[in-house]
């Protein structure tokens, strides 16, 4: 593994593998500390170029595998194993790593299905032979045995915190705190709504969502349609910040929204329909409980989508014909 080269400026003169190329730091320290945590590992240098290198082959197969535009997910679980194959306490770092909810077998599944799609078992054997050849750790060998995989993969499918610093959402959040008159903020409401659903017909699921990263005491906050704090990226940076939206008394739990913005108002049978097939619960929360007698209605944006993904797939059988 080629040793980490960087200017004076925070720039990696070697090649971090991922979209955007070369790796740049906001500081020395912060460059020092990726380099003290995992940057040795995953640093290809001169083997930037190579696509026979591990690293490289690992990379190109996730993009060939993974509904576009690309994600993190893979580097995300690569990062992973270079901390714990720097770190001087592997076992610290095990620790921690286990502190992230695990899965059943077959919950597993539902959730590398949801990630990697129907052909998610021979791909799953498609990347681990790769991911074993770039990074094999033998303090984690069971991360990269068939199961032991797998389930590396669901926990990073249920705790994985997209990360987005989108001016798009900003500008959404500022147009939120705007005073206007009732018809105007209908108005404005439509707009945006109509925006988000063209944007997404080209970005799918991955709008606002520039990377991917594991929090400790995020990851402990369970799901509420009303939630009491919700996450952002204030910075455009990977500082997560947890944001109180009332109160909070002394022992009451904290909780926050599993569900974008625009899905918080659907029905409580789109929301769970949502949540069962994105995190495998049905919630329970006071908002869910109070409107438990409330028919079992699709709201009529999952039925626009319903519709959106049917065309989808008819266009699909069409061009494999």
């Known amino acids: 593994v080629a040793s980490l080269r960087c200017d004076e400026f925070g720039l990696c003169s070697a090649w971090l593998i991922s979209a955007q190329g070369p790796v740049t730091y906001c500081s020395a320290a912060c460059r020092q500390s990726a380099l003290e945590q995992y940057h040795q590992v995953l640093c290809l240098g001169p ?51 286990s502190q992230f909810c695990s899965k059943t077998a077959n919950e597993e599944e539902e959730i590398i299905h949801k990630l990697l799609g129907d052909k998610f078992k021979g791909q799953l054997e498609l990347l681990r032979p790769l991911f074993a050849e770039a990074l094999y750790e033998e303090r984690l060998g069971r991360w990269f045995t068939p199961k ?53 017909k080209e970005t799918g699921d991955f709008l606002n969502c520039e990377g991917s990263g594991l929090y400790v005491l995020q990851s402990c906050c369970n799901h509420s349609c009303i939630p009491n704090a919700e996450t952002s990226f204030p910075d455009n940076n990977f500082l997560l910040h947890l944001t109180a939206l009332e109160d909070i008394k002394a ?9 974008e913005c625009c899905q918080r108002d659907r029905s409580r049978h789109s929301r769970h329909k949502i949540l069962r097939e994105n995190y495998l619960f049905t919630c329970s929360c006071p908002r869910c409980l109070a409107q438990a007698e409330d028919p079992d209605v699709t709201s009529e944006e999952d039925e626009e989508l319903e519709g959106e993904t049917d065309d989808a797939e008819l266009e699909d059988e069409m061009t494999d014909v």
């Not at 022992?251 to 569900?259: A, D, K, R, W």
């Open 47 to 97: 083997s930037r170029e190579d696509p026979m290198h591990p690293l490289n082959k690992l990379q190109e197969a996730w993009r060939n595998i993974h509904y576009p535009p690309e994600t993190s997910s893979i580097m995300l679980m690569a990062r992973m194993v270079a901390t714990v194959k720097q770190a001087k306490d592997k076992d610290w770092w095990i620790k921690l790593f």
């Open 148 to 200: 032991g995989f797998q389930s590396l993969f669901a926990l990073v499918g249920t705790n994985g915190q997209g990360i987005g610093t989108s001016s798009l959402s900003q500008w959404v959040h500022g147009c939120d705190a705007l005073e206007l008159p009732l018809q105007e903020r209908k108005q404005l409401d439509a707009f945006i709504d109509q925006l988000y659903k063209d944007i997404e």
């Open 251 to 259: 022992g009451e739990e904290i909780c926050i929204s599993y569900l």
